[in-house]
């Protein structure tokens, strides 16, 4: 069953750590009292078993060039949305996450590759359900549709997710499930993302218990 207040409590958390991440990038530091010092070495999780389907099951569902071009896009995804965004060089090191939806052309440009050799493979991503596009732009607030005229792209949280595999992001998770273009594929993975009809966010399930709810 859901939680009401653990979500109320994650989507606040996502909130401050924007805002936390946008005042860091202006040049300030921010210190927050806590128990343990947190690390902040960021990060980016593969779902090991569904890599591992895919590679032995299926060697050839993806090419060397498009594995490349995933392990790139992931140091570029958002929390609990997985959406790839433009990062920028940091002052003095490092770079830094602008929360600006990611165009093709600037992906490239970020990757020192031309457009039309990632507009081909990310296309291929898309058709092979390791990319989604998010056309109706489902995914963002009503502030940032207003603001955005790329198409969002985000990585399918049931291959690289960034955040807690428990609470991916409601439409993220939604738009997942109901087209399943990996599933279509004859790709039957061994983690599946699932989400409750009025759930705020969604998780990763086994394929069995998965199987048993999606009846």
Not at 56 to 83: I, M, V, W
Not at 87 to 105: H, L, P, V
Request: net charge positive.
């Amino acid at each position: 069953m859901p939680n009401k207040d653990t979500d109320e409590a994650m989507l606040k958390i996502l909130k401050i750590n924007k805002e936390i991440d946008e005042i860091e990038n202006e040049g300030f530091n921010v210190h927050l009292q806590n128990k343990k010092a947190a690390n902040k070495a960021q990060f980016s999780q593969i779902i090991i078993e569904n890599t591992h389907y895919i590679c032995n099951r299926h060697p050839d569902y993806l090419t060397t060039g498009e594995f490349s071009l995933l392990f790139k896009l992931c140091s570029l995804t958002t929390k609990a949305s997985n959406l790839i965004t433009v990062y920028e060089n940091r002052t003095g090191y490092g770079y830094k996450n602008t929360f600006q939806i990611a165009d093709k052309t600037q992906i490239a440009n970020f990757l020192n590759k031309s457009r039309p050799n990632i507009s081909n493979k990310i296309n291929s991503l898309i058709d092979k359900g390791i990319i989604y596009e998010d056309e109706e732009k489902c995914i963002l607030t009503e502030e940032d549709k207003r603001k955005v005229n790329a198409v969002p792209l985000f990585i399918n949280p049931e291959i690289n997710f960034k955040g807690n595999r428990n609470y991916i992001l409601g439409n993220v998770a939604r738009l997942v499930k109901e087209k399943n273009v990996l599933e279509k594929n004859d790709i039957t993975l061994p983690w599946k993302v699932w989400i409750n009809p009025n759930d705020k966010f969604g998780k990763l399930i086994r394929r069995e218990t998965f199987v048993k709810k999606d009846k």
